[in-house]
């Protein structure tokens, strides 16, 4: 079954962290870019982070650009996304999507959400103030 399913989503005070995960299955992970996107109540769902298929490159966006880290463990088909410095307007649905090409990388696509074909169902991260 192909899937994606993530975890750590949790209620966390602002100036905390969490660590989100993504477990893939039914695709080699290891072929894939991977990304994290985000939907706030109101709000369009936006771009947060992306990592190429060997980890070697990521990008993210201005609103967590040095608070957030991706990353991904290919013997593992996981990523993950550590939040640090979370701030109130960070709580969202946090979702994982997997790139629709395997072994194909477009770097001025890579923020765009059709860039990607599967999703998670996603975790919620609530940050209080």
């Known amino acids: 079954q192909v899937q994606l399913v993530e975890s750590g989503g949790e209620l966390v005070q602002a100036g905390g962290s969490l660590r989100l995960s993504c477990a893939a299955s039914?695709?080699?992970?290891?072929?894939?870019?991977m990304a994290w996107f985000r939907r706030a109540p109101g709000k369009e769902r936006e771009f947060v982070a992306c990592i190429t298929r060997s980890g070697g490159t990521t990008y993210y966006s201005d609103s967590v650009k040095g608070r957030f880290i991706i990353s991904r463990d290919n013997a593992k088909s996981t990523v993950y996304l550590q939040m640090n410095s979370l701030k109130p307007e960070d709580a969202a649905v946090y979702y994982c999507?997997?790139?629709?090409?395997?072994?194909?990388?477009?770097?001025?696509?890579?923020?765009?959400?059709?860039?990607?074909?599967?999703w998670g169902q996603g975790t919620q991260v609530t940050v209080s103030s």
């Open positions: 999507a997997m790139g629709r090409d395997p072994y194909r990388t477009v770097v001025g696509t890579l923020r765009n959400q059709y860039t990607y074909d599967l």
């Open positions: 039914g695709r080699t992970f290891s072929s894939y870019d």
